[in-house]
């Protein structure tokens, strides 16, 4: 096909949860949207397949719940260390339903979504340049011509290969996740919990600075991965599949696992930890902009949000350079750079060790983990009032103020 033009008032570059709930939005908002991935759907991504409440009430804010299946999820369990920890889901701003789905099923639905709503979705079709005229993107180039754009969003996930034409750099001097993943078939897959491993060890015993995750699918298989946190000081120095692996052996048993199939493995970047998400006329969302929660490795839901945040702004504000990482810092700062400084401490190889026993082990246990899972699933807001919720502001706004240098979709 010849170069061609055409014209959109909004382009989505990317169609992973992020691009797919914001052309819905887009469209739903009357706008003329296009939402482009170089992939076509059904396609797989790496992932835990895992929504806590943010998640699934960031789909019903979105008029989308319906894409879910009925299976739902009361918490998280946590175990290691010789304790297990249940903590049910708070009763808080978010509710209390959790869920999971396979994102190969997932991402189809809500490009179905954005495509109902009235938006454009072109597959098979990655951006591949950029033109500006005076600071703005005029063109996008796509094996199926220029698009000229009045605003773009881009939502092309962590490593952000159009973002990265845009100028989006990631600090890996700040935390980020290494992880793995796969599906075993489970006569438990129907159990309501989310459950985590904290304490890994590889065949010799040894203990391996990572985590596990059984994230039941209600469909007769698991999500079964493992991940680790990572710095370009403190690299992870370990084989995530081969982790995977050893953690199935370990659990097999207790849940009568199949096989692993399906291994992929992938990197995360986490807690906003990126600089120049956004320009005169378009803006970075989602993993794009590193929104995933350092403390668990959630992404999903602050894909859905920022969507709607970016979309929200579009026709009111003449240049986003400013005002979307400022809207991004007030939404989430604050939460990630704590949270970016507490998993930091997980770096370190004998912090888990140590702390592990005292936390998942007898009373100590039994009353902070409950708090825990709710601060690693970011499920307080601005209107809990509670101790933990005030204690977590604080200690956010304290952090902040002494990290003030930390990149922060930093303006460079
Ligand atoms: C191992 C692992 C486990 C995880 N577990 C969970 C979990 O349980 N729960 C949770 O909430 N989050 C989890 N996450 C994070 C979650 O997967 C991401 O936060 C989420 O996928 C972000 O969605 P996105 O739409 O921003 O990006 P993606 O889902 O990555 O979508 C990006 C899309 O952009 C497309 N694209 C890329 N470049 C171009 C281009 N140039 N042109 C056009 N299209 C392009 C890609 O094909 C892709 O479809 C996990 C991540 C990993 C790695």
Same mark, same amino acid.
């Given at each position: 096909m010849g170069l061609v033009s055409m014209n959109f008032e909004c382009v989505v570059v990317g169609a992973g949860p992020s691009g797919a709930a914001a052309a819905l939005a887009a469209a739903r908002r009357g706008l003329d949207v296009v939402l482009l991935d170089g992939a076509t759907f059904p396609r797989d991504k790496t992932c835990g397949d895992g929504l806590t409440p943010r998640g699934v009430h960031a789909l019903r804010q979105l008029g989308i719940i319906d894409v879910l299946p009925e299976y739902r999820n009361n918490g998280l369990k946590l175990h290691g260390y010789g304790g297990s920890v249940t903590a049910p889901w708070p009763d808080g701003h978010y509710g209390q339903e959790g869920s999971a789905m396979p994102r190969e099923l997932f991402d189809d639905a809500l490009v179905h979504q954005a495509r109902t709503a009235g938006a454009q979705v072109w597959e098979g079709c990655p951006a591949t340049d950029v033109e500006f005229t005076d600071g703005r993107i005029t063109g996008i180039v796509t094996p199926q011509g220029v698009i000229r754009p009045k605003w773009v969003i881009v939502a092309d996930g962590v490593r952000s290969p159009f973002g990265k034409l845009l100028g989006r750099t990631w600090h890996k001097g700040e935390v980020y996740g290494i992880a793995a993943r796969s599906y075993c078939a489970s006569p438990l897959s129907d159990e309501p919990w989310m459950h985590s491993h904290v304490e890994l060890r590889d065949s010799e015993g040894e203990i391996q600075p990572g985590y596990g995750w059984i994230f039941p699918l209600g469909n007769g298989e698991v999500n079964l991965g493992c991940g680790a946190l990572s710095t370009s000081d403190r690299p992870a120095k370990i084989n995530t599949k081969k982790l995977l692996s050893q953690y199935a052996e370990h659990v097999r048993e207790e849940w009568d696992l199949g096989p692993e199939q399906r291994v992929t493995s992938a990197m995360l970047p986490m807690g906003g930890a990126v600089s120049n998400v956004a320009g005169a006329n378009w803006m970075l969302i989602g993993d794009a902009a590193?929104?995933?929660?350092?403390?668990?490795?959630?992404?999903?839901?602050?894909?859905?949000?920022? %969507?709607?945040? /970016?979309?929200?702004? &579009?026709?009111?504000?003449?240049?986003?350079? @400013?005002?979307? #990482?400022? +809207? $991004? *810092?007030?939404?989430?700062?604050?939460?990630?750079?704590? %949270?970016?400084? /507490?998993?930091?401490? &997980?770096?370190?190889?004998?912090?888990?060790? @140590?702390?592990? #026993?005292? +936390? $998942? *082990?007898?009373?100590?246990?039994?009353?902070?983990?409950? %708090?825990?899972?709710?601060?690693m699933g970011n499920l307080i807001t601005d209107e809990d009032r509670d101790l933990i919720a005030r204690t977590w502001r604080t200690a956010g706004k304290a952090v902040s103020a002494f990290r003030r240098d930390t990149p922060l979709w930093s303006v460079e």
């Open positions: 590193a929104c995933v929660n350092p403390l668990n490795g959630e992404g999903i839901d602050y894909g859905l949000e920022t %969507a709607q945040m /970016a979309v929200n702004r &579009l026709g009111t504000e003449s240049d986003f350079t @400013l005002t979307w #990482p400022f +809207a $991004l *810092r007030e939404a989430y700062g604050e939460a990630f750079v704590l %949270a970016r400084t /507490a998993a930091r401490l &997980l770096t370190y190889p004998k912090f888990l060790p @140590l702390a592990g #026993p005292v +936390a $998942l *082990r007898g009373p100590v246990g039994a009353a902070l983990m409950p %708090a825990a899972a709710r601060l």
